[in-house]
T-cell receptor, first 114, second 111 residues
Framework: NAGVTQTPKFQVLKTGQSMTLQCAQDMNHEYMSWYRQDPGMGLRLIHYSVGAGITDQGEVPNGYNVSRSTTEDFPLRLLSAAPSQTSVYFC?????????????FGPGTRLTVT | SQQGEEDPQALSIQEGENATMNCSYKTSINNLQWYRQNSGRGLVHLILIRSNEREKHSGRLRVTLDTSKKSSSLLITASRAADTASYFCATVTEGGNKLTFGTGTQLKVEL
């Protein structure tokens, strides 16, 4: 199994540009989530999904959209990039939600918005 | 807002010593998890302890949970240089399914 994969690994955007961060998992996990990690802030939950067709907001959802059309994929869309969205983005999946199940993390996407 | 707060923020020890990191949280939890993050990498799950458990072991790791104090500790015994990483606690609130992370402890193990 490849586990959780994320593309791209690095990305530089100009303010106002849009892009999609890709996340895929091959473990048939129902639960997937997106986090951003900023220095001194730990990881903050952006959006999550408990299954195909079901998504919900996390702690910091503004400026981001998600959809979950398949079990395997959970893309994160930046609608109009802002410098405040410069961060490292991690996708994670688990068999169920946090309830008693470990999260598997991807390697991350380092995004810089200029 | 962060549910978990780790203490200390940074810890430097010699190889062979034990490392202890603490995590405090604010609301009642279903479980608490510890993760490790090596520099530039994703997080790796270490151990999960449920709210009705007080202590768990996994290899050189020992985790305790005190729900009355809303705190947990992670002990790494006989540390190695390869243990150098950031360690995060994460909590799942009762009835919830979201994992909320703390700000992490940076551990450096020197030869």
């Amino acid at each position: 199994n490849a586990g959780v994969t994320q593309t791209p690994k690095f990305q530089v955007l100009k303010t106002g540009q849009s892009m999609t961060l890709q996340c895929a998992q091959d473990m048939n996990h129902e639960y997937m989530s997106w986090y951003r990690q900023d220095p001194g802030m730990g990881l903050r939950l952006i959006h999550y999904s408990v299954g195909a067709g079901i998504t919900d907001q996390g702690e910091v959802p503004n400026g981001y959209n998600v959809s979950r059309s398949t079990t395997e994929d959970f893309p994160l869309r930046l609608l109009s990039a802002a410098p405040s969205q410069t961060s490292v983005y991690f996708c994670a999946s688990s068999y169920r939600g946090g309830q008693g199940y470990e999260q598997y993390f991807g390697p991350g996407t380092r995004l810089t918005v200029t | 807002s962060q549910q978990g707060e780790e203490d200390p923020q940074a810890l430097s020890i010699q190889e062979g010593e034990n490392a202890t990191m603490n995590c405090s949280y604010k609301t009642s939890i279903n479980n608490l998890q510890w993760y490790r993050q090596n520099s530039g990498r994703g997080l790796v799950h270490l151990i999960l302890i449920r709210s009705n458990e007080r202590e768990k072991h996994s290899g050189r790791l020992r985790v305790t949970l005190d729900t009355s104090k809303k705190s947990s500790s992670l002990l790494i015994t006989a540390s190695r240089a390869a243990d150098t990483a950031s360690y995060f606690c994460a909590t799942v609130t009762e009835g919830g399914n979201k994992l909320t992370f703390g700000t992490g402890t940076q551990l450096k193990v020197e030869l």
